[in-house]
């Protein structure tokens, strides 16, 4: 049925309009609404994943921090350890040992005790007792340690900020660095209660992993910090305790961000680390479900209060907290101009689009063929009659190859029908391969086929012809590497012939091109015979 035809037929929407006029308005100002809706929530949802995705690049670069951080403090491990292998050989020793200064309870020497020209010591160690009384084990656990390069300075590039860096041992003594005033602070046997010694000790680490520490107190007074600790082993006998300390504004400079809500970093007892507003040290926040489950739901819907993300599994959390409706106004701005244009023309034009994409459909279906997606006979009858009409007006030749697989029924007994559909689907692909824009390929039933070449003479379309015979005969098809022939049979239309006759002729010769063998080309007589 011709475009002209189709509305011919259909001249009686026009009349009826005005009845369906009022369904199709309310039609659209259903549309309306859904649309406004499904837009705002869109709008919402990519304000949600915009938030998720910072969060992201936050917890990433937690991440990162924590993971230099544990580097560095793999690498001291290491080091100690192979210090106190060394110095219990005698290979290690120290030169600082006759400087000691005895206080009070404590022993103990720092860079401020020492004179300008003499560098033998850049970070502060101190002890509890008196340092004559030490057992020879004990000060080769300290020349290892003085040996440790501890001081680490600020990396600005990563933004990572120590507050201390040291080492703690068993032994009651500890190595620490920035160097400070011994007097400001010295070895006490409280350091042993300390979050920072108690996660890493045997009893609490017996997997001896990297640990994070809750906050606490400096001693030193530097405020509310975390420790990010690892212990020393050799020969599996526990030594003491590596730490790197972060300082709870350094940690909340790090989380600084523009998003809408509260960004909080917490361990896993809920204890908030760090947070953009003033709280109590040891602040815990409600949850209702465990932080490692609310980690793993990523679809939060389209009203979310929170957002959790990992930053180290089991230990530490970026948990965000959405204000209620707070973004609201940011959503409905973000989606103004998508508002606009939707209700003013995607509506009218999905309609359009909806009513003419079903007539394609429908006339698409009607005119080709679902296997191999070429032209159907019906298909080839309506373009033929019209590829007719015109190489009568313009006194052009037009050419016709009727092609049929060779012993096709072979295949479908062998391999299958599944395979068999295989063959047909592949075989149209190979014809629209070798066709012009201007050629018609189109499937006439079972495994025959029908190839119209406009502006071609009969000389020219037996070329074509023969490339197809040369082109199959190479080509293996599927996984079982299926060879099939076909026979051609090419004639040439004459002026005003009609199509039943064209087609008529067209089989004769190729049911000669099969009685002479197959897989090869045979010419009909080149008048119409109106005989046959």
């Known amino acids: ?44 949802h990519d304000a949600y994943q915009q938030i998720r995705a910072e969060l992201s690049e936050k917890s990433a670069s937690a991440q990162r921090q924590i993971g230099l951080s544990y580097m560095l403090a793999y690498s001291m491990t290491e080091q100690m350890q192979k210090n106190i ?3 219990q050989k005698g290979y290690l020793q120290t030169y600082c040992s006759d400087r000691f200064v005895q206080y009070n309870q404590t022993w103990g020497l720092s860079p401020y005790d020492l004179t300008d020209l003499d560098h033998c010591l850049e970070a502060n160690i101190s002890g509890s007792g008196h340092f004559d009384a030490l057992t020879p084990e004990i000060w080769q656990e300290i020349d290892a340690a003085l040996a440790l390069d501890i001081d680490l300075d600020t990396d600005p590039i990563n933004h990572i900020e120590f507050a201390w860096s040291y080492y703690t041992s068993k032994n009651h003594f500890i190595l620490y660095a920035p ?51 690892l212990p020393v082993y050799v020969n599996d006998v526990f030594y003491g305790v590596v730490s790197l300390d972060h300082t709870l504004t350094s940690i909340r400079r790090t989380l600084e961000n523009r998003l809408d809500g509260a960004t909080l970093l917490v361990n896993n007892e809920r204890q908030i680390v760090s947070a953009p507003y003033d709280f109590t040290p040891g602040d815990k926040i409600a949850l209702k479900k465990p932080l490692h489950e609310l980690a793993r739901q990523h679809d939060h819907g389209f009203n979310p209060d929170k957002i959790v993300m990992p930053v180290i599994d089991d230990q530490m959390y970026l948990v965000h907290y959405l204000y209620p409706n707070g973004h609201v106004k940011t959503v409905l701005q973000t989606m103004q101009l998508q508002g606009l244009f939707f209700t003013s023309l995607i509506l ?22 679902e ?36 012993r096709f029924k072979q295949v479908n007994d062998t391999y299958g029908h599944s395979y068999g559909d295989k063959v047909i689907a592949e075989f149209g692909h190979h014809l629209t391969e070798h066709a012009r824009k201007s050629d018609l390929a189109g499937r006439m039933g079972g495994e025959e086929f029908i190839m119209f070449l406009p502006n071609t003479p009969r000389d020219q379309a037996a070329i074509l012809a023969e490339r197809l015979l040369e082109t199959l005969r190479h080509k293996r098809i599927s996984d079982q590497n299926i060879q099939i022939t076909t026979s051609i049979g090419c004639i040439e239309r004459q002026p005003e012939e009609s ?6 002729r067209a089989d004769l010769a190729l049911y000669q091109a099969k009685d002479q063998g197959r897989d090869q080309i045979s010419f009909g007589p080149s008048e119409p015979d109106e005989q046959t």
């Open 1 to 44: 049925m011709t475009l002209h035809r189709f509305f011919n037929r259909n001249c009686t929407f026009s009349r009826n309009f005005p009845k369906i006029k009022p369904y199709m308005q309310w039609a659209l100002i259903l549309c309306w609404v859904m649309g406004m809706f499904w837009l705002f929530n869109a709008a919402k």
């Open 85 to 87: 292998e060394l110095a």
């Open 179 to 229: 160097a400070i005033d011994p007097k400001a602070f010295q070895f006490s046997e409280s350091l042993y209660e300390k979050p920072f010694w108690t996660i890493a000790t045997p009893q609490n680490n017996p997997q001896r992993q990297f640990r994070i520490s809750p906050i606490y107190l400096d001693a030193a007074g530097k405020g509310y910090m975390i420790s990010l600790s």
């Open 348 to 369: 009218v034009l999905m309609l359009l689009i909806w009513l003419f994409e079903i007539f394609l459909k429908i006339n698409r279906i009607a005119i080709h063929d």
């Open 371 to 406: 296997l191999t997606h070429i032209l159907n006979r019906r298909g080839v009858e309506q373009k033929a009659e019209w590829l007719f009409d015109l190489a009568d007006r313009e006194q052009q030749p037009v050419s016709v190859l009727s092609l049929d697989l060779d």
């Open 499 to 504: 199509l039943n006759n064209v087609l008529k």
